[in-house]
Nanobody
Framework: QVQLVESGGGLVQAGGSLRLSCLVS????????IGWYRQAPGKQRELVAS???????DYADSMKGRFTISRDITKNTVYLQISRLKPEDTAVYYC?????????????WGQGTQVTVSS
């Protein structure tokens, strides 16, 4: 199992920015995909962005432009930078790791970090 610990959430005014961190319990280059998801009240969890073990980034179409995923391999940490925050960005943001051992696929989640954007 991989442990993921998110941090960096909080209460921010619209127009501001935040950087969320996801600390991973082992080398992130050994994990096939690490993704950031979010879940707003009353809504389904949705993908924001992901990064592969090789460093390839991908974004959900609706998230392109204000969200940037990055990583620091030396710190086993994946970041999500959010700029020009909007009230509709209010959600719990989760980190997810997908990895394989042999033919078995594993899917681990962090506990989430709350982001609240005030208008």
């Amino acid at each position: 199992q991989v442990q993921l610990v998110e941090s960096g959430g909080g209460l921010v005014q619209a127009g501001g920015s935040l950087r969320l961190s996801c600390l991973v319990s082992r080398s992130i280059v050994s994990i096939n995909v690490i993704g950031w998801y979010r879940q707003a009240p009353g809504k389904q969890r949705e993908l924001v962005a992901s990064i592969t073990s090789g460093g390839l980034r991908d974004y959900a179409d609706s998230m392109k432009g204000r969200f940037t995923i990055s990583r620091d391999i030396t710190k086993n940490t994946v970041y999500l930078q959010i700029s020009r925050l909007k009230p509709e960005d209010t959600a719990v943001y989760y980190c997810n790791a997908i990895w394989y051992r042999g033919e078995s696929k594993y899917d681990d989640w962090g506990q989430g970090t709350q982001v609240t954007v005030s208008s």
